[in-house]
């Protein structure tokens, strides 16, 4: 019986198909709040050009 819980266990040590998916989930996530930081930035800056246009129309 010891001998086919090791067998289980060193199988599952082996098995690597679930970090794999963890660290695309990982990139993914990277890259969305990487884009979310560059719209509110760049947000920010378009309204202050508009608001600007807007205070210099007659």
Do not use: H, R
Request: negative net charge; glycine residues 6%; proline residues 2%.
């Amino acid at each position: 019986m010891s001998s086919k819980f090791n067998m289980i266990v060193k199988d599952l040590l082996q098995d690597d198909q679930g970090v794999s998916s963890i660290e695309y989930a990982l990139l993914g996530m990277l890259i969305a709040v990487a884009i979310i930081g560059s719209v509110f930035k760049v947000s920010g800056a378009v309204k202050e050009m508009y608001e600007l246009i807007a205070t210099s129309m007659p």
